[in-house]
DNA sequence: GACGTATACTTGAGGACGCAATGATCATAG
DNA sequence: CTATGATCATTGCGTCCTCAAGTATACGTC
């Protein structure tokens, strides 16, 4: 046997002890559910996490195109993060470019009819992998009440400019 | 406005319809809050949030060491992980190693002197960080409802199934 | 029209981190 | 003592993502 039976949390061995407050277990609830959701994701349907959040932002978006900017905010993505997110997603198809006519520094992507496929295939299992790992966990009433105090958190600083 | 057994959507392709569940805001709060309290930390201590993560781990261990895979499952990194990251804290001298006497595999991280100055110097300004943009926006017993909330969710599976 | 500034997007460089493979060491059963 | 199997740690490699810089376009002002 091991000649450690230390804890895998001891508490307070000096002062005020061990911080184990509301934002440290929301970094590590974050680390772990995305860490399995994202695995399941990625061996089931070959997809990041963000490339189902981008494709699930493009299948409810009108005409299922976005300009990649308003993309990238939806997401909270940076401009080059989603341009590289984008190479990936055009590469296996699911989404193409469009150039926009009125404005050429504009390019939409475009939900394909593969990537439309795709999304709903992947839907699913991910929702139901969501809902156990996360929903589940919590009565509907729980849900609302988390939902509406992760609302009063900050979104975005990133140099916002809201109209279009 | 029943609320769908189904999810998630409450949306209709009209103007940016999107899924905005306690899972999408938990998303994009944890995005755009790391986002802010990491800048907020480079700028003014050059330490990544992992960095103070483990810093503070180490200030609260029994003898300010710990052994380095207890600290990766304590952050929720991996071994791969927490190596990368000590070397990098050793590099700049707020952690040092120590080899283990009645084990020779294990190794301890432990904070040096410098690493103490450097832990008990940058708290404040982040814990102040974290009050503002997080801690802030809830009264003290919206503060537990969340935490309690969070202890829900499922932490680590590290490694093995342990089935009970 | 020329000029200045704001916006959209891309690219190069680099950091953080996971996974898989490897080496070293311990523990235990034969 | 040796074989087998865990456990701790490191390393190679690849991915995701950010920042800073660069390019192209739009638009307001003179």
Known sequence: MSSQLLSTQASSPGSGGLPD????RFLRAHAALTRELSSRLEA????????FDVLVQLYYAEG?????IDLARSVLLTASGITRLLDGLERSGLVARERCASDARVTYAVLTESGMRKIEDARESHLADIEELFGSRFSPEERDQLADLLARLPLAH???ACSQ
Chains 1, 2 share one sequence.
Do not use: I, K, N
Request: proline share 0%.
């Open 158 to 160: 990133t140099s916002e």
């Open 44 to 51: 089931l349907h070959e997809l990041t996490l963000s490339d």
């Open 64 to 68: 299922r195109r976005m300009r990649r």
């Open 21 to 24: 407050t509301a934002w440290v």
